[in-house]
Structures are given as C-alpha cells and as structure tokens.
T-cell receptor, first 116, second 116 residues
Framework: AQSVAQPEDQVNVAEGNPLTVKCTYSVSGNPYLFWYVQYPNRGLQFLLKYITGDNLVKGSYGFEAEFNKSQTSFHLKKPSALVSDSALYFC??????????????FGTGTLLAVQP | DGGITQSPKYLFRKEGQNVTLSCEQNLNHDAMYWYRQDPGQGLRLIYYSQIVNDFQKGDIAEGYSVSREKKESFPLTVTSAQKNPTAFYLCASISGTGLSGANVLTFGAGSRLTVL
C-alpha cells in the first residue's frame, strides 16, 4: 500500500537560514512525488513534482526537493528562508503503476515557522 | 481567470441538518475531487469523479453524497449521517482522468463547516 510520512509536525527556522522539510514515502513501484503549500484558510498550491530524471527538482518561490530512491525520501529545501514562507507544507505520492484508479496520498503536513 | 470556486467559505450547521457545499471549475478539467482536512490528519479523499454522471467513493465516503451532472460542477452534501462533520473541505480538479498521470491537482480555497 502507498503511504507518505512527514515526521515533523513543525519546523522552526530563522529568516535567512536554510530550511528542510522532510518526507519519506512507500510505494510498490516507482513514485510520482509532489509538494504543496497551504496558507491559513486557503486551498493547497502546487510547489514542485518529481516524475523522472534529475533527482534535484526546482519549483516555485525558490524551493527545491531532492529525490533519493535508496532512502525513499523527497525532502523539501530552500537555501534562505523568508518569513513569508511560513505555512503548512504537504508531501504527496502516487504510484505510477497503480492504474487509473490510483489515488494521490497526502502526508499529514508540516508547519513551517520562519522567525524574523 | 481560470480556477475553482468553492462556496460558502464558512458554514454553520445544526446537528441533524444536511448541508451542500458548492464546487465550480472553469478549467475544463475532467476529474474532480473532494477532500476533508482535519488538524494533524492531512487530506483524506471523500469522493471523486472522472467524468460526468460518474463518481466513486474515496476513503471516507460514509455520511457524504455527491453528484456530477455537469462537467463544471461537483457539489458535496454532508448528511446527518456524518457523525463528525466539523472540518475544512477542499475541492480539487485535474485534467484528463488525472489519477494515473503526473498531472497536478488544482485546489479551491476551501469551505469550513462547523456543527453547532
């Protein structure tokens, strides 16, 4: 069965410092991996995705994520955090061999708090 | 601008009442989804529809009902059979059949339902 884990409920970082939000996944085949961001009382916004190819994926707002197949991880990173990055971040996975009825599975979310 | 419109943004319901949440998209997307979001639990799939006049149960369909009479519209009814309906409800859509591809979900801004 597919699953995705975000081991940290909250990540605190000072503005200007690098940030990492962790995500690990479990699928039976090869994964499609996604990161979304949610601001308070809003819907989710797409940040980036990994399908195939280069393990380092670049996305919106200066975010990037590194796919690591051996560690089954897809951590979200940014070299220099901004206060405006403070939000709830969701990792999601889909098994590419799951067929037409395969669903996108979301993690429980990680709250990123960037202090000025 | 293309997007997904959810209404109402906030809704209060007395116990025993049915309520309907509206979701309209002008993206010409085929597939539409309803997710429920609770603190610390991430997003859970309630129902999804890949084409007009067809829909499938997600992971937590009990106490909910949907219809898909038009491509643009996918309303969700929270019935009195739903024992714990207070939550944030998110509607999303995706082009094509969506579920088997690397396509990205587009989300509405959400509807917050509170049972008094």
């Amino acid at each position: 069965a597919q699953s995705v884990a975000q081991p940290e409920d909250q990540v605190n970082v000072a503005e200007g410092n690098p940030l990492t939000v962790k995500c690990t996944y479990s699928v039976s085949g090869n994964p499609y991996l996604f990161w979304y961001v949610q601001y308070p009382n809003r819907g989710l916004q797409f940040l980036l995705k990994y399908i195939t190819g280069d393990n380092l994926v670049k996305g919106s707002y200066g975010f990037e994520a590194e796919f690591n197949k051996s560690q089954t991880s897809f951590h979200l990173k940014k070299p220099s955090a901004l206060v405006s990055d403070s939000a709830l971040y969701f990792c999601a996975v889909r098994d590419i061999y799951g067929g037409a009825t395969n669903k996108l599975i979301f993690g429980t979310g990680t709250l990123l708090a960037v202090q000025p | 601008d293309g997007g997904i419109t959810q209404s109402p943004k906030y809704l209060f319901r007395k116990e025993g009442q049915n309520v309907t949440l509206s979701c309209e998209q002008n993206l010409n997307h085929d597939a539409m989804y309803w997710y429920r979001q609770d603190p610390g639990q991430g997003l859970r799939l309630i129902y999804y529809s890949q084409i007009v006049n067809d829909f499938q149960k997600g992971d937590i369909a009990e106490g909910y009902s949907v219809s898909r009479e038009k491509k643009e519209s996918f309303p969700l009814t929270v019935t009195s059979a739903q024992k714990n309906p207070t939550a944030f409800y998110l509607c999303a859509s995706i082009s094509g059949t969506g579920l088997s591809g690397a396509n990205v979900l587009t989300f509405g801004a959400g509807s917050r339902l509170t049972v008094l």
